[in-house]
Structures are given as C-alpha cells and as structure tokens.
C-alpha cells in the first residue's frame, strides 16, 4: 500500500489536446496537501478527474480501491469534493443540503433519519453555521454556502476529501476559519486532504505538503515541516517566477519581488 491517496501516470486530456502529463503522488492518512500552480496549470483538472467527472489515464487508488470505473455512490464512499463554486440552487433547507452528505450510505427508498439529522447539526456547530439550518440555501451568500458544503463533507465521512478552492467567496477571518477546521479535521480523522488554493501564503501556513504544479507537470514539493527558506524560494520560483521570502518565527510569507 502507497499510501490513503495514490494518483500513478495520471494523464488527462481535452480532446487531442494533453492538458495533465504523468503526475504521481502518494498521500497518507492524517496529510493536509496543497497543490499548487498558476491558471490554467491543470489543478481543477486533477481534482474533477479523481471524481470521475472527466476522463482520464492512468490510476487513482483510494483506500487500495482502483476509484476509475466507480459509479457515483461508490466512489462518494471513498471522496469527497468542495467545488470553488457550489452549483446547487436553492428551494432546499441548509440542512438538507449537509444531509445529502449521507446519500452514499442509504438505500434507493430510505431518508435521512433522526440520528442522521443530529450529526448533520453537529457538523455545522461544529463550523459555526447552525443558524442557517432552516434557512433557503439559494439565500445564502457564496461564502456562507461554501461553508455548508464543508459540513456536507464532513457528515459524508470518505477517507479522502479533495477541495478547489474552497476558501475562494471567503473573508478573511472565516478563511482561516474554515482551513484550521478542515486541517483539524484532517489530523483528528485521520484523511487525506488535497486543497487547491490561489494564496500560496494559505498553503505554506496549513498544509503539511505542497505539490508544485506547472503545466500539467508536477515540478517540486516542499515539506513545511522540514523546508528551509532558500529551498522554499527556490522552488516556489518555479512556478511563480522572482519571488521575496520573508519569516516570522515558524511561519513564511511570500511576496513578488519588485
């Protein structure tokens, strides 16, 4: 076993065009991953082939579970997914958007049930958003849905949760927010996480690795635990050209030089 998340020669393509060349990475239980890289560099690609949503070749093994050729119900047992823009309209609780989390573990003919509904709450205290709980999802701004949709997350309970700029419609307090519960729950859980996200700043302050992208390549990696100032300039270089590094006690802020 590689580890809870292998990704093995993954290429993907748009008709005859290659956008993904041969990316590999493995992911263990309890890792909060970032992938990082300009537009366009392939990392909504990634995540939307791990969900089956688009074609691809090559392996991605979940929980020693080949995840290509799953259906729908299979596959949401071993991932999750938070899309940087929520696609679900309103005329539907809150709530019963963070009860769709369960929809993998129930029949064709069953429904949430009272146990059921009381996780659902507990996940979204836990987020600090029960007050939405009856309130019309569609009413909801970008952020605040987001937020649902993390605890439609963690009610669905998979080994693997894979996030696309989850953090994107959020001010600035529930970013940090919303990335220290998702790494807390990572770490309690015992997860794979994999975020993408657009401040690489985020990335080096939560996540334990960052996966360097650059046109459908995977370039470098740095562990936070372990990576030093010049390595991190060096190879966040790569994909972000001259960059200025700064420190302050365990922590590294990135900016672009002048």
Same mark, same amino acid.
């Given at each position: ?104 573990? /129930?029949?064709?003919?069953? *429904?949430?049930? #009272?146990?059921?509904? +009381?996780?659902? =709450?507990?996940?979204?205290? @836990? %987020? ?68 993408? /996200?657009?401040?690489?700043? *985020?990335?080096? #302050?939560?996540?334990? +690795?960052?996966? =360097?992208?650059?046109?459908? @390549? %995977? ?40």
């Amino acid at each position: 076993m590689s580890g809870l998340l292998s990704l093995k020669g993954v290429y993907i393509s748009y008709g005859k065009n290659e956008i993904v060349h041969g990316v590999s990475f493995d992911m263990n239980g309890g890792e909060f991953c970032a992938l990082l890289g300009l537009n366009g560099s392939g990392k909504t690609t990634i995540l939307h082939a791990c969900c089956g949503f688009i074609p691809m070749e090559g392996r991605c093994i979940v929980a020693d579970t080949e995840c290509k050729g799953l259906n729908e119900k299979k596959r949401a047992k071993l991932i999750s997914f938070i899309p940087q823009v929520c696609s679900l309209q309103g005329g539907r609780t809150a709530l019963d958007v963070v009860l769709m989390g369960f929809n993998a573990q /129930l029949g064709l003919l069953e *429904f949430p049930s #009272a146990v059921h509904k +009381r996780a659902a =709450l507990a996940a979204m205290e @836990r %987020l600090n958003c029960a007050e939405f709980a009856e309130k019309d999802f569609g009413t909801l701004s970008q952020g605040q849905r987001q937020i649902v949709i993390l605890a439609r997350c963690i009610v669905q309970d998979s080994p693997v949760m894979l996030m696309d700029e989850p953090d994107n419609a959020l001010d600035f307090l529930n970013r940090h927010m919303v990335l220290s519960k998702i790494r807390e729950l990572i770490k309690e859980e015992n997860k794979a996480g994999l975020i993408t /996200l657009h401040d690489p700043n *985020f990335a080096m #302050a939560y996540c334990d +690795r960052l996966l =360097l992208l650059k046109e459908g @390549r %995977l370039v470098g990696e740095l562990n936070m635990r372990s990576a030093k100032s010049d390595e991190l300039k060096e190879k966040l270089s790569l994909i972000y050209g001259d960059i200025e590094l700064q420190q302050n006690g365990n922590n590294f802020l990135m900016g672009k030089a002048l």
